[in-house]
């Protein structure tokens, strides 16, 4: 199996997650019980795949304050990511959080003195020319359709593009899989602690009792999405995967309107989403 197949799969399982998170989070759950308890499940998932690669870990100090840097910034994203996902319809939420790519950019450019060229300029723009399409509403009298949701999104996406950036400074210093199993797990063990100093640890019980075998399957499924894109990192490029593995814009707001019959501005959804696509291919191949 090549490397493009494999990031489509992981494509797949990554709306899958995604779908199975936003019916879940429908029924007013604890977002960070939910991280906590997901997170757990996806980093077990992922300890297998330390078999097809070389284990080592860290030798420097700074490597893991930096990595404990990153850790903070992917749990609160998480966290932020299901608060968003709780109040907003999947597919909207797919689209929007694809502003990570610019933060993402921008950060390149100013911490690592990474290129800015025209072509990525005209990707941040048709990123924000489609979110713009797919939030517009005229009959809002803001003429955007803002909500908690959208805000959430938008900070989880920072703070997630945040922890992609620290990324490039230390993870040639871990194996793939070690790393991401590693930060999963350690975002579940942080969230656990937060969660007993505010003497709330009932809230994963509750969390567990309410959802049952369906925050085992959504940490499944991102376990898998997250097994099978080091995989395909490993047969491939990272700048080729990535930007493959983003067929999952299309594949959640498919499965949005299939499965949870998310109609609404369904047709600037379309729009929007062509739009964006056109950004992240001038961003990334170019």
Same mark, same amino acid.
């Given at each position: 199996?090549?490397?493009?197949?494999?990031?489509?799969?992981?494509?797949?399982?990554?709306?899958?997650?995604?779908?199975?998170?936003?019916?879940?989070?429908?029924?007013?759950?604890?977002?960070?019980?939910?991280?906590?308890?997901?997170?757990?499940?996806?980093?077990?998932?992922?300890?297998?795949?330390?078999?097809?690669?070389?284990?080592?870990?860290?030798?420097?100090?700074?490597?893991?304050?930096?990595?404990?840097?990153?850790?903070?910034?992917?749990?609160?994203?998480?966290?932020?990511?299901?608060?968003?996902?709780?109040?907003?319809?999947?597919?909207?939420?797919?689209?929007?959080?694809?502003?990570?790519?610019?933060?993402?950019?921008?950060?390149?450019?100013?911490?690592?003195?990474?290129?800015?060229?025209?072509?990525?300029?005209?990707?941040?723009?048709?990123?924000?020319?489609?979110?713009?399409?797919?939030?517009?509403?005229?009959?809002?009298?803001?003429?955007?359709?803002?909500?908690?949701?959208?805000?959430?999104?938008?900070?989880?996406?920072?703070?997630?593009?945040?922890?992609?950036?620290?990324?490039?400074?230390?993870?040639?210093?871990?194996?793939?899989?070690?790393?991401?199993?590693?930060?999963?797990?350690?975002?579940?063990?942080?969230?656990?602690?937060?969660?007993?100093?505010?003497?709330?640890?009932?809230?994963?019980?509750?969390?567990?009792?309410?959802?049952?075998?369906? +925050?085992? =399957?959504?940490?499944?499924?991102?376990?898998?999405? *997250?097994? &099978?894109? %080091?995989?395909? #990192?490993? $047969? !491939?490029?990272?700048?080729?995967?990535?930007?493959?593995?983003?067929?999952?814009?299309?594949?959640?707001?498919?499965?949005?309107? +299939?499965? =949870?019959?998310?109609?609404?501005?369904?047709?600037? *959804?379309? &729009?929007? %989403?062509?739009? #964006?696509? $056109? !950004?992240?291919?001038?961003?990334?191949?170019?």
């Amino acid at each position: 199996m090549n490397w493009f197949i494999l990031a489509i799969l992981a494509a797949v399982f990554f709306s899958a997650q995604r779908i199975v998170a936003r019916l879940l989070l429908r029924k007013q759950g604890n977002p960070i019980a939910f991280t906590v308890c997901h997170n757990l499940i996806a980093g077990a998932v992922i300890i297998p795949a330390f078999f097809f690669f070389d284990f080592h870990l860290p030798v420097h100090a700074k490597t893991w304050l930096l990595y404990l840097v990153a850790v903070f910034f992917y749990g609160v994203g998480d966290v932020y990511t299901y608060k968003a996902i709780q109040n907003l319809s999947v597919s909207t939420w797919q689209i929007i959080t694809q502003v990570r790519h610019i933060f993402t950019l921008l950060g390149g450019f100013l911490i690592y003195s990474e290129p800015l060229a025209a072509v990525k300029i005209l990707g941040i723009v048709l990123i924000i020319t489609g979110a713009f399409v797919t939030l517009y509403n005229k009959r809002e009298k803001t003429k955007l359709n803002w909500s908690v949701g959208i805000f959430f999104t938008v900070l989880a996406a920072f703070l997630i593009s945040a922890g992609i950036i620290t990324d490039k400074t230390i993870i040639h210093d871990f194996s793939m899989p070690v790393y991401v199993s590693l930060n999963l797990i350690t975002i579940s063990v942080g969230g656990f602690l937060y969660l007993g100093i505010k003497g709330k640890t009932k809230s994963i019980v509750q969390e567990l009792k309410m959802q049952r075998y369906g +925050l085992l =399957l959504a940490g499944i499924l991102f376990g898998i999405h *997250k097994f &099978i894109l %080091i995989l395909a #990192i490993k $047969l !491939g490029e990272v700048s080729r995967v990535i930007p493959v593995s983003q067929a999952a814009l299309i594949f959640t707001v498919i499965a949005g309107v +299939l499965f =949870l019959k998310e109609n609404e501005r369904l047709p600037q *959804k379309v &729009i929007g %989403i062509a739009i #964006i696509a $056109l !950004g992240v291919i001038s961003m990334y191949f170019f």
